[in-house]
């Protein structure tokens, strides 16, 4: 239990484009998502907080208008970065928080699951 | 500044050797977590310690949490190739789930 997904695994795209990343939680319901940028040999680093069926809460320097994030249902988040640049080439990974009763384990700390990231190269 | 500083950031080590990797705050939390990330992959989560003090143990992996619960510990016996990667502490920010990271520790294990 409790498997993420994410799609694309991967993307290429031409500046000034826009890219969509789906998120979604396989065999669980997950409330809140999160997604994080990862640029390499470095740590994660929290973009934005998904919640289903409100506007996403996004951390300080982190543009909204930039980055779109909409949570329509209880499995599915999606990032659309805008106008991307060759700044925005990164390794995007989302998390998801199973919704307690949901999912076929039982993690009572608050146990996020992410998903296997996807890799952006804005040409 | 960085809630959760992790030392060090980076080591190469001989296949066989032991190594320990920090992870410190300054605050307290009531959680923290580790987690193991491949290239190109997502961080997958090793443990979670919640008691301050305790001691888990995953194979040759050992994670200590601070009595203070401020701080933790992973420490790895014989280490082998399989176990490069970057290994990363987390903890819980808030009652939402937020995590917040440390900077991580890329382990690279020759043979």
């Known amino acids: 239990g409790a498997v993420v997904s994410q799609h694309p695994s991967r993307v290429i795209c031409k500046s000034g484009t826009s890219v969509k990343i789906e998120c979604r939680s396989l065999d669980f319901q997950a409330t809140t998502m999160f997604w994080y940028r990862q640029f390499p040999k470095q740590s994660l680093m929290l973009m934005a907080t998904?919640?289903?069926?409100?506007?996403?809460?996004?951390e300080q320097g982190v543009e909204k208008d930039k980055f779109l994030i909409n949570h329509a249902s209880l499995t599915l988040s999606t990032l659309t970065v805008t106008s991307a640049h060759p700044e925005d080439s990164s390794f995007y990974i989302c998390?998801?928080?199973?919704?307690?009763?949901?999912?076929?384990?039982?993690?009572?700390?608050?146990?996020?699951?992410f998903g296997p990231g996807t890799r952006l190269t804005v040409l | 500044t960085q809630l959760l500083e992790q030392s060090p950031q980076f080591l190469s080590i001989q296949e066989g050797e032991n190594l320990t990797v920090y992870c410190n705050s300054s605050?307290?939390?009531?959680?923290l977590q580790w987690y193991r990330q491949e290239p190109g992959e997502g961080p997958v989560l090793l443990v979670t310690?919640?008691?301050?003090?305790e001691v888990k143990k995953l194979k040759r992996l050992t994670f200590q949490f601070g009595d203070a619960r401020k701080d933790s510990s992973l420490h790895i016996t014989a280490a082998q190739p399989g176990d490069t990667g970057l290994y990363l502490c987390a903890a819980l920010y808030n009652q939402g789930g937020k995590l917040i990271f440390g900077q991580g520790t890329e382990l690279s294990v020759k043979p």
């Open positions: 605050s307290v939390f009531s959680s």
């Open positions: 998904s919640n289903e069926g409100s506007k996403a809460t996004y």
């Open positions: 310690v919640v008691t301050g003090g």
């Open positions: 998390s998801a928080l199973p919704f307690p009763g949901t999912s076929g384990g039982f993690y009572p700390y608050n146990e996020q699951f």
